[in-house]
């Protein structure tokens, strides 16, 4: 095999070359001071607000100064009575069933409370009978409506 030749620069060309590199290579570093003072910005920016924020909680949060309270106590050292709380029983209201029997308004008046029996009916288990001469339902195929589509991107295969 025959090895590649390499390609020898002028003196003219690799001055040009020299002096692009270290052209390349300032712009470099002054971007990379830029980006570097930009962070910093930022960040100084963030704690700003950050602090505004705390400061803003702290006042919402600081509980009002309320006025001193005075207390004056009294030569006369006479026992505050104690108050009672009385818990009033809650009326447990009753469900009024009027009994339809009743042909009276006289019998609907004495008959106030009157609880409708409900009688639990045990029902015999009921059998269903299947004839044996129907058939097993046949299982469908579901056919994709893509199917078409993916084969012909994809191709079938197998």
């Known amino acids: ?35 570097a003072l930009e962070k910093e910005l930022a960040t100084a920016e963030k704690e700003q607000h950050l602090t505004e924020v705390k400061e803003k909680l702290a006042k919402v949060k600081a509980p009002k100064q309320e ?33 339809e029997d009743s042909e009276t308004d006289e019998e609907q008046q004495q008959v106030i409370y009157v609880k409708k029996v409900k009688a639990k009916s045990v029902s015999p288990p009921v059998e269903i009978v299947v004839p044996v001469s129907t058939p097993l339902p046949v299982k469908e195929t579901i056919i994709d409506p893509y ?7 994809f191709g079938r295969r197998n």
């Open 147 to 153: 199917a078409k589509q993916y084969n012909s991107i």
């Open 1 to 35: 095999m025959a090895e590649k030749v390499k390609k020898t620069l002028s003196p003219e060309q690799l001055e040009k070359l020299k002096v692009a590199r270290e052209k390349a290579l300032s712009v470099r570093q002054t971007n990379a001071k830029n980006k």
């Open 67 to 99: 006025a001193p309270v005075i207390v004056i106590e009294s030569e006369q050292d006479e026992p505050e009575p104690e108050q009672v709380v009385v818990k009033k029983k809650k009326k447990v209201k009753k469900k009024i069933i009027v009994v």
